[in-house]
């Protein structure tokens, strides 16, 4: 049986990039679809759920986190940095812990590592 991944992430419209001019929407959408695309390859069974900057988000990682059982649950970047998302940061992982305390949690640096995050939780 496959193992089950939730990808939780930033809508990429709603990312701030000033801080990495090199980076757009469109590519960081790119960098995620390619991520899912290898996890998909290397079989893993994945479920992105992107998330907004406001009071939809913890309603979005809740739905996710109660229609599947997970393995594991990959954090993106985006949502640790900047410190201001840090209490989204904080109830997203919190959500996790309570709504899938089996999972293991992992984090990607980019969003394309996200792979490599997931095989360290997984495939040790």
Same mark, same amino acid.
């Given at each position: 049986m496959?193992?089950?991944?939730?990808a939780?992430g +930033?809508e990429p419209g =709603?990312?701030?990039y =000033?801080?990495f $001019?090199q980076?757009? $929407?469109?590519?960081?959408?790119?960098y995620i !679809?390619?991520?899912?695309?290898?996890?998909? /390859?290397? /079989?893993?069974e994945v479920?992105s759920?992107? +998330?907004?900057?406001d009071? #939809?988000? !913890?309603a979005?990682v #809740?739905?996710?986190?109660? !229609? !599947?059982h *997970?393995d594991?649950?990959v +954090?993106?970047? /985006?949502?640790?940095e900047?410190? %201001?998302r840090l209490l989204? *940061? %904080?109830?997203v992982l919190?959500l996790? &812990? &309570?709504?899938? @305390?089996?999972?293991?949690?992992? *984090?990607?640096?980019? @969003?394309?590592? #996200?792979v490599e995050?997931?095989?360290?939780?997984l495939d $040790?």
């Amino acid at each position: 049986m496959a193992k089950r991944v939730l990808a939780i992430g +930033i809508e990429p419209g =709603s990312a701030d990039y =000033s801080t990495f $001019p090199q980076l757009t $929407p469109a590519l960081v959408r790119d960098y995620i !679809e390619a991520q899912l695309l290898r996890l998909r /390859g290397l /079989g893993y069974e994945v479920t992105s759920c992107l +998330i907004d900057l406001d009071a #939809t988000a !913890e309603a979005a990682v #809740t739905a996710a986190l109660r !229609e !599947e059982h *997970f393995d594991c649950v990959v +954090i993106g970047a /985006g949502l640790r940095e900047p410190k %201001e998302r840090l209490l989204l *940061f %904080e109830k997203v992982l919190n959500l996790v &812990h &309570h709504l899938a @305390p089996q999972a293991a949690i992992c *984090f990607n640096t980019t @969003p394309a590592d #996200t792979v490599e995050a997931v095989q360290r939780w997984l495939d $040790p």
